[in-house]
């Protein structure tokens, strides 16, 4: 599930960097298969993300990473939505961030097919409007792997 189901519902959120976070986290899971990040701290200037992994990436990894992303920006694919219940998405998604007195139905956010996630956050309508990503750092610490990110628009 997407980190961001865990912020507060009105505070102003960067479509452009909220929709990288959704490939960013996405990749990571499938690349890794740790899953999504625990933590996530999503800004309009720069971007993080923590993961559990037993080791650190490389900066082979790291800018494998980039590139990918940046080759899913360039396809300029469509970001949709669908709304299912919960019961459906409990078939799908792990459900254990939802929070709590969450509706019956919930919105599935999808990155064409790179990436389909529980979601209440605001994204661009394709992925050309994200602008170029970047990782300007990364840190490995006690087995959590922090990646800093920002977009160039």
Do not use: W
């Not at 865990?6 to 890794?32: C, D, I, S, V």
């Not at 037993?54 to 949709?80: C, F, H, M, Q, W």
């Not at 170029?132 to 990110?149: C, P």
């Amino acid at each position: 599930m997407d980190t961001s189901i865990l912020n507060e519902h009105n505070k102003q959120e960067f479509p452009p960097m909220h929709t990288a976070e959704h490939l960013l986290n996405g990749e990571m899971a499938r690349r890794y298969g740790h899953g999504r990040a625990f933590s996530a701290h999503i800004e309009r200037k720069k971007s993080k993300l923590d993961y559990h992994l037993p080791k650190a990436l490389t900066e082979g990894e790291l800018r494998s990473l980039e590139d990918y992303i940046n080759g899913i920006v360039e396809e300029d694919v469509e970001i949709t939505e669908e709304y299912i219940t919960q019961a459906d998405a409990m078939k799908r998604f792990d459900m254990s961030r939802l929070p709590d007195g969450a509706s019956d139905t919930v919105r599935v956010v999808h990155v064409g097919d790179y990436d389909h996630c529980l979601c209440a956050g605001t994204h661009v309508k394709r992925t050309s409007e994200i602008g170029t990503f970047r990782i300007t750092s990364s840190r490995y610490t006690d087995g959590v792997q922090r990646i800093v990110f920002k977009l160039d628009q």
